[in-house]
């Protein structure tokens, strides 16, 4: 299995509060994601990662920062939660930009905003 | 723009039942094909993949062409067992920047 862990694997936290989650590689992988998962939806990506400090917009962006200042790392801050950020959160990393590679994915955050 | 399109879920078969979910696509570009597994409470596993057209990939039983002049990915598997029972996801990955869509997922259900 890919070395991807995800922290805290469960939260619960009030409306208005920042939140930050966090993605942590060992596998050196270039390209790092975040993925948002709901009933209905299936996985939409939030941001992505090609490299150190360079991030870019997935397609539900709004309300989401991230950072990455080590290969290893991408974090993930909501600056104030609200109700409608209430989902399970996926990292994924890959190796290369190539498109026969998969991606893979850590075991999931599940974030309950009430 | 790109989407994917898969048969709604869930789906109940009987074990050593036959499987097929459908996986259609729309993308730009000469996409490679992915299937991918969602066991309860896990994140997504890789399955099995095809890179270009009329490649079979294959993987624990299940198969799945690239179907290029139908856009589609269907997966199947001859005889499914409980262990089975997951959600899976088909997604087309782009071949100009390394992102995948996803579809919505199927979720499978075998019983004894």
């Known amino acids: 299995d890919a070395g991807i862990t995800q922290s805290p694997r469960h939260k619960v936290t009030e409306t208005g509060t920042p939140v930050t989650l966090r993605c942590h590689q060992t596998?050196?992988?270039?390209?790092m994601y975040w993925y948002r998962q709901d009933p209905g939806h299936g996985l939409r990506l939030i941001h992505y990662s090609y490299g150190v400090k360079d991030t870019d917009k997935g397609e539900v962006s709004d309300g989401y920062s991230v950072s990455r200042s080590k290969t290893e790392d991408f974090l993930l801050t909501l600056e104030s939660a609200t109700s409608s950020q209430t989902s399970v959160y996926f990292c994924?990393?890959?190796?290369?930009?190539?498109?026969?590679?998969?991606?893979?994915f850590g075991d999931g955050t599940r974030l309950s905003i009430l | 723009g790109n989407s994917v399109t898969q048969m709604e879920g869930p789906v109940t078969l009987s074990e050593e039942a036959f499987l097929t979910i459908n996986c259609t696509y729309t993308a730009t570009g000469y996409p490679s094909l992915f299937w991918y597994v969602q066991y309860p409470g896990e994140g997504l596993q890789l399955l099995l993949k095809a890179t270009k057209a009329d490649d079979k990939g294959s993987n624990k039983g299940f198969e799945a062409t690239y179907r290029k002049e139908t856009t589609s990915f269907h997966l199947e598997k001859g005889s499914v067992q409980v262990s089975d029972s997951a959600v899976y996801f088909c997604a087309p990955k782009k071949t100009s920047y390394d992102k995948v869509i996803f579809g919505p997922g199927t979720s499978l259900s075998v019983i004894p």
């Open positions: 596998e050196n992988h270039r390209y």
């Open positions: 994924a990393i890959s190796e290369r930009v190539m498109s026969n590679q998969p991606q893979h």
